[in-house]
């Protein structure tokens, strides 16, 4: 996403009419047919290994349906060469509170200045033990440590181009200073590097390309649709197995949207590959806190908006033509037409617990709470989460990925053989009286991994849970028993999870709580 600049942006009214009438409701029906398959398919151990498309479905090495539901963290595209947050935190525990929470890929911008020689990291704290394996390295060896952590705690991870330079977004994928050889160069280069772990499952080309970018209009200095056939079958030639993203452009027929979220023109001029079943659409999609749109305005919002989606790129999906993964989409929640749009969003995605992995893809912008007119799902402490923001994402969550993803050995290594243990944190968020927020943090304290875990607390007054997210819970008299979710039972040690309630009344202060794990 190109924060604040974003202002500038602006999208015509006039609608493009697609073909989405019987076809497209005949694929969702036929998909409907197979959510049941679908959702028992999605089971922990799918994600094992490279991916490959078939229709509109991700499948892992086994052939297993697999969702990307994930989460973006950047600061490699920036002037800092490296991920953001690392003057505060260590990275490993960053990548552990990602996977505790429920995502399970993470995506990654990054500008070609990375790979310029000798290119080194800016702002990562090294005080206390923190980052200690990361002294010394170039951007692209702090690169190696996360894919290799990340695959050693069961996230996959998607590289995404995000801008030619430090300096900022570009409209096109190249630039003066980076030549479209420069581009496909380095992309080879990525593709090569980590050729062999299925950590790294896909390269997404280039960040919301936009006007004067076009869709299948033929000029080869602005058709981005024959550039990304270009650099995906450079990449494909380095490294096969690799799925290969493709964003689309921000206008398309004289209808214009968000950069890189019009994907209209795939309908008549579709990508083509050389190596089949490894193309994925990508969308970008935002709230007001971003820009405006004249949806957002439209009398019948929020109900208009399953329209707009299956417009400019939901109907790839539905009418079966390849995978969509929603690249970005984030919002700083604090208007109510925000709030309406990402729950109609969510809705749109699909919930996992009814279609499992037969449904839309998507990484959520942003873990940085430093993304200016989004925030992020960390607070500005680098640490707490915001339980609000990550509870809407809840229903499109889905199961882990096996560890082992390749790489690097771990340099601290578990020796095992400890005691599972775990302490639990009750903190109010916020209290009105009549209600409050609440979020509890549970951390293991062992020194081995935790499967599962419980927190249990009593409450001295007339306090109730009204609602519960990241966790199920049952209650006796004045007890309640919180137990994790199928996403967030397990925590290495070390490492921590958290869940989020409302209650009611307010008042009622902080009580004792006590965890148990297993």
Not at 346 to 367: C, E, K, N, P
Request: net charge negative; hydrophobic share 40%; charged share 15%.
């Amino acid at each position: 996403m190109f924060r604040s600049l974003r202002r500038a942006l602006c999208a015509a009214a006039t609608a493009l009419l697609l073909p989405l009438g019987a076809g497209v409701q005949s694929a969702g029906a036929a998909g409907a047919s197979a959510d049941a398959s679908a959702g028992a398919s999605a089971t922990a151990e799918a994600g094992a290994g490279y991916w490959h498309t078939s229709g509109r479905q991700i499948l892992d090495a086994a052939g297993q349906p697999v969702r990307i539901a994930g989460i973006n963290w950047f600061g490699f595209e920036t002037g800092n060469h490296v991920v953001h947050g690392l003057w505060t935190r260590d990275y490993k525990s960053m990548l552990d509170q990602m996977r505790s929470l429920g995502y399970n890929t993470l995506r990654v911008p990054f500008s070609d200045d990375i790979l310029k020689p000798g290119t080194m990291p800016d702002s990562i704290n090294y005080a206390d033990g923190k980052n200690a394996d990361l002294q010394g390295l170039t951007s692209l060896q702090v690169l190696d440590r996360i894919v290799a952590y990340a695959g050693q705690a069961g996230l996959k991870i998607v590289l995404d181009r995000h801008r030619p330079d430090a300096g900022g977004q570009s409209a096109l994928w190249y630039t003066a200073s980076v030549p479209e050889s420069t581009w496909i160069a380095n992309l080879k280069a990525l593709a090569s590097r980590y050729a062999g772990n299925p950590t790294v499952v896909g390269i997404d080309l280039h960040n919301e390309p936009h006007d004067p970018a076009c869709w299948g209009c033929g000029d080869t200095t602005r058709d981005w649709r024959l550039a990304a056939q270009r650099a995906g079958n450079a990449v494909l030639s380095a490294n096969p197995q690799l799925l290969i993203m493709v964003e689309g452009v921000q206008s398309y027929g004289g209808v214009s949207g968000w950069w890189g979220g019009n994907l209209m023109g795939v309908a008549q001029y579709p990508v083509q590959l050389d190596v089949p079943n490894r193309l994925v659409y990508s969308a970008h999609d935002y709230a007001t806190s971003v820009a405006q749109q004249p949806w957002f305005s439209d009398p019948s919002f929020p109900d208009n908006m399953p329209g707009v989606w299956d417009r400019y790129w939901g109907y790839i999906f539905k009418q079966n033509i390849a995978p969509v993964w929603l690249g970005e989409f984030g919002t700083t929640l604090q208007s109510t037409v925000d709030q309406k749009w990402l729950a109609a969003l969510v809705t749109y995605l699909r919930s996992t617990s009814t279609y499992g992995a037969d449904s839309f893809h998507w990484t959520f912008w942003s873990w940085n709470p430093n993304s200016g007119d989004t925030g992020g799902i960390l607070k500005d402490d680098w640490s707490t989460v915001d339980t609000v923001k990550d509870g809407h994402l809840a229903s499109v969550k889905a199961p882990g990925f096996p560890g082992g993803g390749g790489g690097d050995p771990d340099p601290d290594p578990d020796p095992g053989g400890g005691t599972a243990a775990c302490s639990a944190a009750y903190t109010v968020s916020s209290d009105w009286g009549d209600g409050f927020n609440a979020e509890v943090k549970v951390t293991n304290t062992g020194t081995t991994p935790v499967n599962s875990w419980k927190v249990t607390w009593t409450w001295g007054a007339s306090q109730r849970v009204t609602s519960m997210w990241n966790a199920t819970y049952t209650r006796t008299g004045a007890t309640v028993t919180a137990s994790n979710a199928a996403h967030n039972g397990a925590v290495p040690a070390g490492g921590s999870a958290s869940f989020g309630f409302g209650g009611a009344p307010g008042g009622g202060g902080v009580p004792s709580v006590s965890c148990t794990a297993a």
